[in-house]
């Protein structure tokens, strides 16, 4: 079921039509499908079953508080990176003792705001991070619940940048030292060891990378156990990938299901699973309106009002996102157009060589735009970033006002 679907030829976003939301918001803006939210994360859900269980939602995918109060409504878990992160987490009503910490540079303030909030756990990607976990524990007199991150060297062939299980990166523990640093971590009195970590990857479109890092790790936890360290929650990262175009990604009920029947002798281990893109990248588009259509030499440029500030994907990444019409019309030509914004960059582009039939002045909209889209927006160009809107079956709700001019110099200073 798709929630972005044609009635005739008009595009509507749940019963909405995109044109309307448009009209209300102005252009550019992200839309985001609560029914759409809800469905992945419940897939993810469901299919854990009665195995003890937490999806931990990744919040770097989108972490707008109207997104994370649907999640948080729904009880989830959340992943996060950044005290900022666990702030907006608190602040949207999620449940502090649910989220987990991720990230290779944690901060001394970070890890104490953390502790006073007892969060659930600390994934640790390094010695010197557990040190300094370790060290504010006891100022605190508390005791740190951490994770060990580790890299369990699959190949999740995925984009090199977005790649993350290899030795090469600089995420995680190598399987090899694995254990000599949890023994570290049980010597030190402030820490409790709770689990066990890993994430391979981003956008990965096959199961055979999971299961091979669950497998590694499962075994890596049996060869704890045997030393007495008890490893009670084991957390397989997010990365699962989506259908931007032809890819086939396993649905997620298949990927945790697949994920499960390694888990069947183990009924006592809790899975953690901390899906971002999955879960909101096609519940979400952005709306962008056509300024001018320019007929080049070699190529026609249908050039936009969202720009490579609003949505880097495409410049950064290369990354194709489909590109359709709010209205279907046939009153125009069909050729083949760049997808351009205003900014001052030849990397400036949504799409490439896409066959439309377009005017000015007509909406267009970028599909799967709902993760590592506003999230990773700029100001670029003095350009203000776009408004965010949930639609929840016929009602919009603004969940966050387009910038104005003042918000764009906010905090800066002339010197006399
Ligand atoms: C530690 C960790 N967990 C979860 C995620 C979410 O990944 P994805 O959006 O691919 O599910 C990321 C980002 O790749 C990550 O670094
Ligand atoms: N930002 C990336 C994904 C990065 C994943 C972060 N761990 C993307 O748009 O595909």
Same mark, same amino acid.
């Given at each position: 079921m798709d929630y972005f679907q044609y009635q005739d030829t008009t595009l509507f976003a749940e019963n909405v039509p995109v044109q309307q939301i448009a009209e209300q918001y102005g252009t550019p803006c992200y839309v985001y499908s609560r029914a759409t939210i809800e469905r992945h994360w419940h897939a993810f859900d469901n299919a854990a079953g009665?195995?003890?269980?937490?999806? $931990?939602?990744?919040?770097?995918a989108n972490s707008n508080l109207g997104v994370l109060s649907v999640m948080a409504k729904l009880g989830s878990g959340f992943d996060i990176v950044s005290g900022g992160e666990l702030s907006r987490v608190i602040e949207a009503g999620?449940?502090?003792?649910k989220v987990v910490f991720s990230g290779v540079g944690k901060t001394e303030q970070e890890i104490e705001f953390a502790l006073s909030k007892n969060i659930l756990c600390f994934n640790v990607e390094s010695a010197p991070e557990l040190e300094r976990i370790n060290k504010v524990a006891s100022q605190l007199d508390v005791k740190a619940p951490i994770s060990i991150r580790v890299?369990?060297?699959?190949?999740?062939?995925?984009h090199p940048y977005i790649?993350?299980?290899?030795?090469?990166?600089?995420?995680g523990i190598p399987r090899e030292n694995a254990v000599a640093i949890y023994k570290l971590a049980a010597s030190y009195e402030h820490l409790e060891i709770k689990g066990m970590d890993c994430h391979i990857g981003s956008?990965?479109?096959?199961i055979v990378p999971f299961v091979d890092a669950l497998d590694r790790l499962l075994l890596l936890i049996d060869e704890l156990a045997d030393m007495g360290i008890a490893i009670s929650h084991l957390d397989v990262g997010g990365g699962l990938g989506v259908a931007y175009k032809d890819e086939t990604p396993p649905h997620p009920d298949t990927y945790v299901e697949a994920l499960m029947t390694r888990m069947k002798t183990r009924p006592e281990l809790k899975l953690i699973f901390e899906p971002g893109r999955a879960i909101m990248a096609n519940a979400g588009i952005l709306i962008t309106k056509v300024e001018f259509i320019k007929h080049g030499e070699e190529k026609n440029f249908a050039?936009?009002?969202?720009?490579m500030n609003d949505l880097i994907r495409p410049a950064l990444y290369s990354a194709w996102q489909n590109i359709i019409p709010a209205e279907i019309s046939t009153n125009n030509p069909k050729a083949t157009y760049d997808?351009?914004?205003?900014? $001052?960059?030849?990397?400036?582009?949504?799409?490439?060589d896409r066959e439309l039939e377009i005017a000015p002045d007509d909406l267009l909209v970028v599909r799967s735009?709902?993760?590592?889209g506003f999230v990773m927006a700029s100001n670029y160009n003095s350009r203000c970033r776009p408004a965010e809107i949930i639609v929840d079956k016929s009602s919009l709700h603004l969940v966050r006002e387009r910038e104005v001019l003042s918000d764009l110099w906010k905090g800066e200073h002339i010197i006399e």
């Open positions: 009665k195995h003890p269980h937490l999806i $931990c939602y990744a919040v770097k999620g449940d502090p003792s890299n369990p060297d699959v190949d999740a062939k995925t790649s993350t299980g290899l030795k090469a990166n600089k995420f956008q990965l479109t096959d050039i936009v009002d969202a720009a997808i351009v914004g205003p900014i $001052c960059e030849t990397g400036d582009f949504i799409g490439k735009a709902g993760a590592y």
